[in-house]
Structure formats: structure tokens, C-alpha cells
């Protein structure tokens, strides 16, 4: 196994776990990130000498584990390491809204609470990192979150911008915080190692565990992130209000800007459900406007309308870059949908076509909502697997699942690189079926090539099964 997935934590957890009736997971549990294994070729050649097959020995079959990351399976301890009558734990989130954020809040005060019999009241920290710099916060108890789960947003408030992590770590410990939730995107869980750093410089046993929160679903090695499931739901209206405007005008022009700054997930699944979206335009597939305005000119001769479906940081090469950063330090893209919104109908005038685009961007509507049913359970559970690896010490690691099994992953391996749109993908393929799109954009033309590979383990290993 590629030691980069091993997991720290501040001590030798030696406490009894409290919880009772659970199966409890062993620390070297692993699940293996791509869950498809070659048999050695020699093995499954292996001459039966004599033997016919139903009389052959049920001998191990070895497979081949070259390149197989493997990540250690979350879940109750049977030791656990802090103390519930005295842990003190603080709670964060940063960055942008994300549906399920108050779930996730909700199910880590009452798993600390009911579950550990935690007995201090959390901290939780307003605005983001800002709170924990400025000491601002309140008090959650089960009683104070009782309610939360039913609204939008973040309860405690969330925001973007540096803060010194000597600063922040000053003021955990004069908090006397032993745990430290940081629930947030890549930025936040990159905050969040450096906290680990800057608490273990200074030999504190504090546990720092990250709730990624990606509404996009870019997150290195981790299937699904929470509020991603919502944000299609929520999508699905104004595709179908786009549709239905597009097709109530001559040339009329359904135009949806979904979230999706550097990988186009939202878009993609929402247009395959939607099954009204005619063009898809992700970040992972570039295209030229010439292309686009060619396309619909096709399209207008025997249909007369169109939806397109556009993920923000799709076509951000034939825009100027904005050069600007926020105050996290992320880029400022480039408004693809407001462009466009303006640009097609310009470009199809040129050409003595008439057209009307109908623009809708939801964006704020979609982060902003509740959790979906699937969303409220899982970020749940996430919320229950973080509460399970902080007591028993973990550190430095963020929460996530892989195949359908809930994994600690290291903070670095997480925030390690994006996920991207696979295009030689059951998706992405799924979403040309679905769409009818050609063969005219980038779209099929880059598809060798781009997509990340899994990273190889230094060690070739064997297994068997
Ligand atoms: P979103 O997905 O909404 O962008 P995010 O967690 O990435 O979520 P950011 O605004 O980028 O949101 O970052 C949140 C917090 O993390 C901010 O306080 C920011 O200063 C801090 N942060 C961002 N990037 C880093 C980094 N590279 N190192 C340390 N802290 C960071
Ligand atoms: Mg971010």
C-alpha cells in the first residue's frame, strides 16, 4: 500500500469507546480506490495437470494490487483516544454555501453529545476561519441544532479570506480546543493542514478532521461529496423553465449556467436527467464560438429552439482572464453565461439569423437550499464518521467515501489535485447519447489524454483473494 494514505493521529488511543451494540472497524481496514483486479495472467493460465476444473483445490487466486491506492476505512474505534467528560471540540465552515452544511453542523454536536457522552458545550466558530482568528463564537448543544437541519445555508455562518494560522492555533488552545471540525472545500482543508502543522510545532495533541465540502464533487479520491445530489435536483427547474421558454419563441434559446468552476460534474448529470438540454459546454471540453454558432444554425433548420447548459468555468480560454482573485485567493472567472447570453444572439444576427435567448443562472438558489433526502443522509453520516475518527485521535485527514465505503483520507491527498469529467466516461458518453451532440466541439476531438490518472504506488504488491 502507498504509505501517502496512512493517517495520523495525535496519540495511542487507549480510552474504552463508550458506544456499545457497534461494529467496530480495526485501523487496518483498507478500500481499495479502484475496485477492479487483474488475476496474474500466469494464474489464470495455471495448467489444470490432471485435474478437471470442478476437482480443482480452491487455492488463493493471487491478483495483481500495481498501482491500487487503498484508504483506511472509517468508522467507530474500540479504543478511543480523548476523554468525553473533558474534550473540547470547535466547529467550523468556510467557503461557499453547499446543501447539507447544517446536517453536517446537526449530526457531529449530537453524535459528540448522544453517541460519546461529550459533556462541554461546542464551539462554533462564526464566519469561518474569521471566528476562529477573532475568538467569535457560540455554543452548540443538541437543543441549539435541533431545528437546523430544515434550513439552508450555514448556521454559524461562513466566509472566505486568509487568516494566520499562529493566530488561529493561539487561540484553539487558549480555547482549550482538543478537536477541530473544519468543514469546507479545498482552500479550507489546505487551512486546515496548516493548522495541523502549526499545532504540531507546538507538540499539542489536537485532532484537526475535515467535512469536504464540495457542492461541484471535484474532491480528489472521494466519489461523492454531500450537496451534490441536491444541486441536480435543484437544477432540474430552470432546465425545464428554459425549455419551455425556448420553445415558446421562433429560435428561441434556453440558456442555464450551473456551478462548476473547474470540473463540470453539476452540468453534466443535471443535462443527462434534464434529457431537454441539446448542448452541454464543460470546463474539461473547450470550444470556439464559431463551433457554437455553427451548431445552432444546424439545429434551427430543423428545430426551432435549443437549450444549452453551461458550466461557469466552461469556454474560459475565449474570454480574457479577469485577473482577479476573491479574497481566498481563487480566481475570478469570467461570467461564461452572461457572455454568451449576449454573443449568440449578436453572432446569429451576422448571419441574418433572428433568435431569442432566454438566460437563467439559479446558482444561488441551488447552494443555498436544503439538503435532498440522499444529501441529509449522507452528509449525516459523513458528519458521524468525523466524530468516530476524532475521537479516536486521527489527524490531519478529511472524511469521504469510495465505493460505497466511508475512508479517512489525508488532508494533502484530498486537496492533492481536482477531479475532473472523465470523457471516455459512461457519463459523458451517456450525456452525447443523451443530448445528440456532435462530433464538432473539442469535446470528442481532446479525449485522449486529459483525464487524471490514478497515481501509481511506488511498490508493485500482491494480494490474494
Ligand atoms: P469553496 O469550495 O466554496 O471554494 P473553499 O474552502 O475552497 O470552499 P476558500 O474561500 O477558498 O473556500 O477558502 C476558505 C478558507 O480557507 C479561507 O479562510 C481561506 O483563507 C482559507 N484558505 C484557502 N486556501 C488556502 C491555502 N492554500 N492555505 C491555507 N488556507 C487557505
Ligand atoms: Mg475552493
Known sequence: MDNSCSIKTVGVPKIHSPLDAVQFIEDNEYVLLNPVVKILPKEAERPLQGVSQHQRPATPIPFDTTNKKCFQKAGPRSRIFFDAETVQVGIVTCGGLCPGLNNVIRAIVNCFYYRYGVKKPI??????????????????????????H???????????GHQDSKVMVDNIIDLGIDILVTIGGDGTQKGAHQIYEEVTKRNKQISVIGVPKTVDNDLAYVDRTFGFETAIEQAQAPILAAHQEARSVFNGIGLVKL???????????????????????????????????????????????????????????????????????????????????????KRLTEKGIESKVIYIDPSYQIRCCKANPFDAAYSTILAQMCCHAAMAGKTDMIVGSINNQYVHV????????????????????????????????????????????????????????
Not at 313 to 318: E, K, L, S
Not at 413 to 435: C, H, I, P, S
Open 123 to 148: 464551539y462554533g466558530f462564526r464566519y469561518g476561519y474569521y471566528g476562529i482568528a477573532n475568538k467569535d463564537y457560540i455554543s452548540l448543544t443538541p437543543e441549539v441544532v435541533k431545528d437546523i
Open 150 to 160: 430544515n434550513l439552508g445555508g450555514s448556521y454559524l455562518g461562513s466566509s472566505r
Open 259 to 345: 456551478m462548476g468552476r473547474d470540473s463540470g460534474f453539476i452540468a453534466l448529470n443535471a443535462s443527462i436527467s434534464s434529457g431537454d438540454v441539446n448542448i452541454v459546454l464543460l470546463p474539461e471540453a473547450k470550444f470556439t464560438m464559431e463551433e457554437l454558432i455553427e451548431y445552432l444554425i444546424i439545429r434551427f433548420k430543423t428545430s426551432e429552439h435549443c437549450v444549452i447548459v453551461c458550466a461557469e468555468g466552461a469556454g474560459q480560454d475565449i474570454l480574457p482572464p479577469t485577473g482577479k482573485t476573491d479574497k481566498s485567493g481563487n480566481t475570478v472567472l469570467q461570467d461564461i453565461g452572461l457572455f454568451l447570453k449576449s454573443e449568440i444572439p
Open 410 to 465: 489525508p488532508l494533502l491527498k484530498a486537496t492533492e489535485y481536482r477531479k475532473k469529467v472523465d470523457k471516455n466516461g459512461t457519463y459523458f458518453q451517456a450525456m452525447l447519447d443523451q443530448t445528440g451532440m456532435p462530433e464538432w466541439l473539442d469535446l470528442i476531438r481532446n479525449r485522449k489524454g486529459e483525464n487524471q490518472p490514478e497515481i501509481a504506488s511506488p511498490e508493485p504488491k500482491l494480494a490474494t483473494i
